[in-house]
């Protein structure tokens, strides 16, 4: 749904508001909750804590040494976080691996920068080994004077860094009126947020002698086995796209495309071409399979749109959310990200009644750009089943719709993409976390 799909609003987005308390007072609120439950009290001697105190034990880590540093050795999680781990769908049956995706785990993400080995990844034809050594891209077409540039010649380009989402058009669309999803993983995973480094887009189209009067698209093409490629409109690889060799302070995983790979921030991440060995400038798009028979949006009128490269305002709460398990009424922080290929985000409402009403999260900070935001809402849970869900808003003043406003403008039938729909959790009296999307 685009901006012009969806009217925008100049006054606040929130519906029978009922704002939380200023943030201060919402910790003190929070930590006295918590010492409400926070278990049996603990002395460290016979003074404290009175008659009912148990003694503070001393663990078997504070009786021997711990292991040795290993040398010359890339640091790994600790063995106890070993279930945070990318996983691929569990709705749809992969009949041949070569064309694949895994997901990020999202209830597991502890502030904004996804790690490295956690960052969702989806390919067409396997993920291939390419020597940088070797490695080319090529720039030509409507050009002055066609280039290669190696990736020595690359790094020695000005570089930049930026921070910025990446999120595959394909996110949630599994579950736009069913609940075929059980936890945040699965039904938003294909969405990761990185620190992205390499050189602007703009300086090798520069060199070459681009006319961006006459020259209006470039296609760019991966050097995997699919070749996959798309059309890009010749302002935005001049004024936002990235080529990009680095990611979270180190050189591109294989499977994030290394050596080097196209980055657009807040398009559709079809668009960031991995593997990148070629841009030719031309006149007009190509109209290649993927952005004919793929990645195009159906319409009401059995027409289908082309070229929705925008991801849209959207957002979801992390925590709690499916699979996870309430331990019983009290004080919880309800969390979640935001995140817009439009600006930045303003605003995260949450309705604990399935939309009836709606309040007011506190943003974390930083809020940046087309960058995932952090916000939280501290919630005294009553142990009688809610329904929660977040709402975002923009710079632009657009609100994230319901599947119901999308509806309005987009026809959802088949391989529905650019779902950005306010999505539901429900919780039961037990606890249990479950997708609510009826």
């Keep these: 749904m685009s901006n012009k799909d969806m009217p925008t609003r100049s006054g606040p987005p929130i519906v029978d508001r009922m704002r939380e308390a200023p943030p201060s007072a919402d910790r003190r609120q929070f930590l006295r909750s918590s010492i409400a439950v926070a278990g049996a009290a603990v002395a460290t001697g016979a003074s404290i804590g009175g008659a009912n105190a148990q003694k503070l034990e001393i663990p078997p880590s504070n009786k021997e040494p711990g292991r040795i540093l290993e040398p010359k050795v890339y640091g790994l999680p600790s063995k106890y976080e070993a279930h945070v781990k990318r996983n691929r769908t569990d709705v749809f049956v992969n009949r041949q691996n070569l064309s694949d995706w895994s997901m990020t785990p999202l209830q597991h993400q502890h502030g904004i920068i996804t790690p490295n080995g956690l960052i969702f990844e989806r390919h067409h034809a396997g993920i291939p080994d390419i020597d940088p050594a070797k490695h080319v891209v090529a720039l030509h ?3 002055k004077q066609p280039l290669k540039f190696t990736m020595d010649d690359l790094l020695r380009y000005p570089a ?3 921070f910025h989402f990446i999120e595959c058009s394909g996110n949630g669309l599994t579950d736009w009126k069913k609940n075929a999803s059980k936890t945040v993983q699965q039904t938003h995973g294909l969405l990761s947020c990185a620190q992205w480094t390499g050189v602007p887009a703009s300086y090798l189209l520069e060199a070459a002698g681009v006319d961006v009067s006459k020259g209006k698209w470039v296609l760019c093409e991966g050097a995997d086995g699919s070749a996959h490629a798309r059309s890009i409109p010749i302002e935005k690889m001049m004024s936002e796209a990235m080529i990009v060799y680095a990611m979270n302070g180190e050189m591109l995983r294989p499977e ?4 080097v790979r196209l980055f657009i921030p807040g398009w559709e991440g079809n668009v960031s071409i991995k593997w990148l060995r070629r841009m030719k400038v031309g006149d007009q798009p190509w109209h290649l399979r993927s952005e004919t028979a793929r990645y195009t949006d159906p319409m009401p009128n059995g027409k289908w749109r082309q070229f929705s490269f925008a991801m849209e305002c959207k957002s979801v709460i992390t925590r709690p959310s499916g699979g996870m398990k309430m331990q019983g ?3 919880y922080e309800i969390e979640g990200f935001a995140w817009s290929g439009n600006g930045k985000i303003t605003a995260v409402d949450i309705t604990l009644d399935g939309g009836k009403t709606w309040r007011e999260a506190r943003l974390e900070d930083p809020i940046l750009d087309k960058c995932l935001t952090r916000f939280r809402y501290s919630w005294d849970w009553d142990g009688g089943p809610a329904k929660i869900a977040s709402r975002a808003v923009d710079s632009t003043g657009y ?7 999308i509806e309005k403008s987009r026809a959802i039938v088949g391989f529905v993409q650019h779902h950005n729909a306010i999505f ?10 479950k997708n609510a999307i009826a």
């Design 141 to 143: 077409g409507m050009v």
């Design 160 to 162: 930049t860094s930026k």
């Design 256 to 259: 994030n495309g290394y050596p």
């Design 329 to 331: 009424k009290g004080h």
């Design 399 to 405: 609100v994230q719709p319901t599947v119901a406003d």
């Design 424 to 433: 539901p959790w429900s919780i039961e009296p037990d606890g249990e976390v």
